[in-house]
């Protein structure tokens, strides 16, 4: 299925609508998702800082939007990231399962189909926290940390480089796992809510994060076979794999640093270290590309909550 850029604009428009359902997003929250609008560069017929403010300013409604999908997979797709958009932070708010219901009725979804879709959403986006067993205490193996940052890096690279909007999802988890376990292996027993709190610190809101990653498939056409295996050119979808590769890196890497110093660093220096390591994580991509490719076709999305909760 070939995407107009008439159903673009109003998949992105959907999921700016289901960014801000829920009401309660903190000011950290908002403006990291305006500036990831402002940072999706316009492709000459899309918008993405226009479209945020039509949101915010109800100029682009709902209703208009979910009419502008006229086929079933369009339609399916829009209802699929809306979910994974409410999911991202957590649990959904009655105001998102509101919000959800809305959409399904305006996208003619049936609701059986979408139920089955939110359960699965749900079930990645409360994965267990359980780390992976690590040589903890004061004899903390940092070599150890390192490959596992990096295993992480590349695992969530590869899960960029798919279409399906659960493979988008699971990115989220597992960086949320990867910092609970270095918490861990430093002797710190961490909660969604801290791990949620100090990526914020940073400036990677999930939310915000998840928008960021189907704004960048949209944009550069990689979901235009929905549904579909492979996407059909790796190539094409090489930045979002770096974002999403460094993004990982620089977290795992802030992490360690901040536990390994008694969470003693301070939130602009976190800040600068990470702004570092995001750097230098997109550098790194370039190496490692083959390595995620590789992992990419290895993905069984089927088996996405069994992959996540393996971490």
Do not use: W
């Not at 809510?193 to 998840?210: C, N, P, R, S």
């Not at 360690?256 to 939130?267: E, K, L």
């Amino acid at each position: 299925m070939t995407m107009t850029s008439q159903e673009q604009h109003a998949l992105l428009v959907i999921s700016l609508h289901a960014a801000f359902a829920d009401g309660s997003k903190d000011a950290r929250e908002r403006e990291q998702i305006k500036q990831i609008a402002e940072s999706l560069v316009p492709d000459g017929n899309i918008n993405m800082a226009g479209l945020y403010q039509d949101v915010l300013l109800k100029r682009r409604t709902l209703e208009h939007s979910a009419a502008l999908l006229e086929s079933h997979e369009s339609r399916q797709l829009a209802y699929e990231m809306a979910v994974c958009v409410c999911d991202a932070d957590g649990v959904r708010s009655a105001a998102e399962n509101d919000f959800l219901e809305t959409l399904r009725v305006l996208l003619k979804i049936d609701a059986a189909q979408a139920q089955s879709f939110a359960n699965e959403a749900d079930a990645l986006a409360e994965a267990p926290l359980v780390a992976v067993p690590l040589e903890s205490g004061p004899s903390v193996d940092n070599a150890v940390l390192d490959k596992s940052v990096l295993n992480y890096s590349i695992l969530n690279g590869a899960l960029e480089l798919l279409p399906q909007s659960l493979a988008s999802m699971a990115i989220l988890p597992l960086q949320m796992k990867m910092v609970y376990s270095i918490g861990k292996a430093h002797g710190y027993e961490l909660d969604r809510e801290h791990i949620k709190d100090f990526a914020a610190t940073l400036g990677v809101g999930m939310t915000g994060q998840y928008v960021e990653q189907m704004g960048r498939k949209l944009l550069g056409g990689l979901l235009g076979k929905v549904g579909g295996g492979m996407l059909g050119s790796l190539g094409s979808a090489a930045t979002g794999a770096a974002f999403s590769f460094a993004t990982t890196y620089a977290l795992g890497k802030v992490a360690q640093q901040y536990y390994g110093n008694g969470r003693s660093i301070d939130a602009a220096q976190l800040k600068q270290v990470f702004a570092q390591m995001f750097s230098q994580g997109k550098q790194m991509q370039g190496q490692y590309r083959a390595q995620i490719e590789q992992k990419a076709q290895t993905i069984d999305v089927t088996q996405l909550l069994a992959m996540v909760r393996r971490g």
